[in-house]
C-alpha cells in the first residue's frame, strides 16, 4: 500500500471543494501524475505518511496553495521547491530535515510556515524560532525567507566570485596562449628573415664568382685582341732574345763610338795628340793591309778625297 488509490479509492473521491485530504494513507511516494490532473485540489494534506523524499516532479504542482507534509520522515526537499510560487502555507512539522534548498527564497507568497521538530542546522533554527502560534508561524515564515534569501544572495556572490576567477583564469589563459603563439609567430619571421639572408649571400657569392670568372676571358682578349670581322688576324711579332738583343746594342754601341772617335783623331785638331797619334797610327797600318781590296781601296779615296 505505497500509492494513493489503492487504499481509499480514486482520489477524486477524497476530493472536497478544493481541498484534498490523503493524511493516514501510508504513502511513501507520492502520486505526481494524479495530482497534477487535479488542479483545483489547492489544499493538500500529505500528513501522518512515510514519505522520505519528494520527486523532483513534485514542483510542477504550481497550483498548490497550501500544503501539509508534517509527521513523515522527509530528509530534504527537491532542489526546485522553489516553483511552487502560489504556496501560502507550509508544514514540516515533526521531519528529518536539516537544511532547505536555496530555491526556496523564491515562495515569495509563503506567509505561514512551521518548521519545529526537525534536526535543523544551528544558523536556520535560530532563524525559524519556536513557531508556538499563528503569529510565530508566519514571522518564521518572514524570516526564514529573508534568511534563505540571503543565502541565496551569498551563493549567488560566490557564484559570480568563482565566474569571475574562471574568466580571469581563462583570460590568462589566452593571453599566455596569445603571448605564445605571438613568439612563436615571431620566431618563424626570425627564422625567414635568417634563410632570405642566408640565399641573398648564397645569391651574392654566386653572381661574384660568376663575375671574377667573366672578367679572365677579358684579360686574355685584352693581350690578345681579336681581328675585326673579315680581316686577317696579325700575325704575333717573333720573339727575340732580350740577351742577344743587348748584347748586338752594345757592340754597335762601342762601335759608334770607335768610329766618331777616329774621324775626331783624324779631321779635328785632336789628331795632334797623343791618343790620336796611336789611333791614327794603327788606321794608316790597317788601311795599308787592306790596300790590296778594290773595294776597299775605293772607300779610302772616296774617304781620303773628303
Known amino acids: 500500500m505505497t500509492k494513493a488509490g489503492s487504499k481509499g479509492g480514486n482520489l ?9 485530504d490523503l493524511s493516514l494513507s501510508d504513502l511513501n511516494e507520492v502520486p505526481v501524475k494524479e495530482l497534477a ?18 520527486p523532483a516532479d513534485f514542483c510542477s504542482l504550481t497550483h498548490l496553495v497550501k500544503l501539509d507534509l508534517s509527521k513523515n520522515k522527509l530528509q530534504q526537499l527537491p532542489a526546485d521547491f522553489g516553483r511552487l510560487v502560489n504556496l501560502q502555507h507550509l508544514d514540516l512539522l515533526n521531519n528529518r530535515l536539516v537544511t532547505l534548498p536555496v530555491s526556496f527564497a523564491q515562495l515569495k507568497s509563503l506567509k505561514w ?21 499563528e503569529k510565530q508561524c508566519k514571522q518564521c515564515a518572514n524570516k526564514v525567507l529573508q534568511h534563505m534569501k540571503a543565502l541565496q544572495a551569498d551563493q549567488e556572490r560566490e557564484r559570480q566570485r568563482r565566474l569571475e576567477v574562471e574568466r580571469e583564469a581563462e583570460k590568462k589563459r589566452e593571453a599566455k596562449q596569445r603571448a605564445k603563439e605571438a613568439q612563436e609567430r615571431e620566431l618563424r619571421k626570425r627564422e625567414k628573415a635568417e634563410e632570405k639572408e642566408r640565399r641573398r649571400k648564397e645569391y651574392d ?11 679572365k676571358p677579358k684579360k686574355e682578349t685584352n693581350q690578345a685582341p681579336k681581328s675585326k670581322s673579315g680581316s686577317r688576324p696579325r700575325k704575333p711579332p717573333p720573339r727575340r732574345h732580350s740577351r742577344s738583343w743587348a748584347v748586338l746594342k752594345l757592340l754597335l754601341l ?51 778625297q773628303q
Open 205 to 215: 657569392a654566386l653572381k661574384a664568382a660568376k663575375r671574377e670568372q667573366e672578367k
Open 12 to 20: 477524486r473521491d477524497k476530493l472536497d471543494g478544493n481541498e484534498l
Open 113 to 133: 510556515l512551521d518548521l519545529k521538530d526537525n534536526p535543523l542546522d544551528p544558523a536556520l533554527a535560530k532563524v525559524a524560532g519556536d513557531c508556538l502560534d
Open 37 to 54: 490532473a487535479l488542479p483545483k485540489a489547492t489544499v493538500l494534506d500529505l500528513s501522518c505518511n512515510k514519505l522520505t523524499s519528494l
Open 254 to 304: 762601342l762601335l759608334l763610338c770607335a768610329a766618331g772617335g777616329l774621324v775626331a783623331c783624324r779631321v779635328t785638331e785632336l789628331r795632334r795628340q797623343p791618343l790620336c797619334t796611336s789611333v791614327n797610327a794603327i788606321y794608316d797600318d790597317a788601311v795599308r793591309g787592306l790596300r790590296g781590296h778594290d773595294i776597299l781601296q775605293w772607300v779610302l779615296q772616296t774617304d781620303s
